[in-house]
């Protein structure tokens, strides 16, 4: 009877212990799930930054790199059509190199404030020769997420461009405070700043 007793209240704990046991769900990565790789990355976890956006894809080695998994340092957004918008104007800039169509594809999309977004119009701004409206945007990147990676790369190749080193060698301390010395925007932005004062940058 002991016996007994003993292996119900076992049983019954075990019972209490399973019910009350959360719900396991698998979790990925902001590099996306399982046989593939995820375009967007994941929120940054600040409740009071602005709606977030989407991450950049690859692209050949001659453009600034993208890490596909990234710190939680880049936003994203689910909106299909925001989506498509973007990688449209992305499109524009890297396969076209069209930069003032660009602006105009990315100011459509309603989305300033999204780092990705503000930070692609500072970089096609940058492309175009306007390095006061491209300063304009690559702060207000940083304003909507300040540990947006590419912005500081992208920000500090525009310092080189206008002669600051000591002002891109802050921002590649900011690239290896969020990401480390071994990501990809870390990378070219020691790279270029290696290349002699005045050198021609090819970013």
Known sequence: MLNLTIRLVALGGFLV?????????????????PG????????????????????????SSTKPPQKAKKPDNQSSIGDPAFAAGYRAAYETI??????????????????DDYPNVANLIGYSYRKLGDYKLSQVWYERALK???????TWQYYGLWQLEQGNREQAMYHLSRIAAIC????????????ALDKPT??????
Do not use: M
């Open 180 to 191: 480390g010395t071994g990501c990809d925007e870390y990378k070219s932005l020691a790279a």
């Open 17 to 33: 212990a399973l019910v009350a046991a959360p719900a396991v769900t698998p979790v990925w990565a902001a590099g996306g799930g």
């Open 94 to 111: 890297y396969d076209r190199n069209d930069y003032a169509d660009a602006i105009v594809q990315l100011r459509a999309l309603g989305h």
């Open 144 to 150: 909507a997420d300040p540990n947006h990676v590419l």
């Open 36 to 59: 593939g790789e995820d375009p967007f990355s994941k929120p940054s976890g600040n409740s009071a930054a602005p709606p977030p956006s989407p991450s950049y894809p690859k692209r």
């Open 198 to 203: 005045g050198a021609v940058l090819v970013y």
